[in-house]
């Protein structure tokens, strides 16, 4: 009996450590961006933890360390769910965005990883692009 009174007590310790904590975080507001993981560029290397930034001027990622990838002209090419291997890697319930970005001359591609509550916000950003009509 006396170990069901320590047991419940505890719970309710974590509970109120939990909650205690989900307050603060509510009160210091969630941060700027939108939570990502990217590969940069599209399939090589490995997933980089960062955010995608929106604003005037540009849509750009910015990793946690290192330079942020302005995604200048950026237009979603796909949406896919990730692979077995990638699940390893990033949260498996996530979406994958391919994107391309720049000018003809200096064009590059990346491949962002969003949660789906996240994925509207993302494809406002960067649209997708339009399909190629023209071709027969």
């Not at 700027?32 to 590969?39: F, H």
């Not at 995608?52 to 290192?66: H, K």
């Not at 200048?72 to 994958?96: D, L, M, Q, Y």
Request: with cysteine; net charge positive; hydrophobic share 40%.
């Amino acid at each position: 009996m006396i170990e069901f009174l320590a047991l419940a007590a505890a719970a309710c310790g974590v509970g109120w450590l939990v909650r205690r904590k989900h307050l603060q975080r509510l009160a210091a507001g969630s941060p700027d961006g939108i939570p990502c993981m990217a590969r940069h560029p599209a399939g090589t290397g490995r997933w980089r933890m960062g955010r995608v930034f929106t604003g005037p001027d540009a849509v750009r990622w910015a990793p946690r360390r290192g330079e942020p990838v302005p995604l200048r002209g950026g237009r979603a090419t796909g949406v896919r769910p990730p692979s077995v291997k990638e699940a390893v890697s990033i949260n498996p319930g996530s979406r994958i965005v391919s994107c391309t970005y720049g000018s003809a001359g200096a064009a590059g591609t990346i491949e962002i990883a969003v949660m789906p509550l996240d994925l509207r916000e993302l494809l406002e950003a960067v649209p997708r692009a339009e399909p190629d009509t023209d071709t027969p």
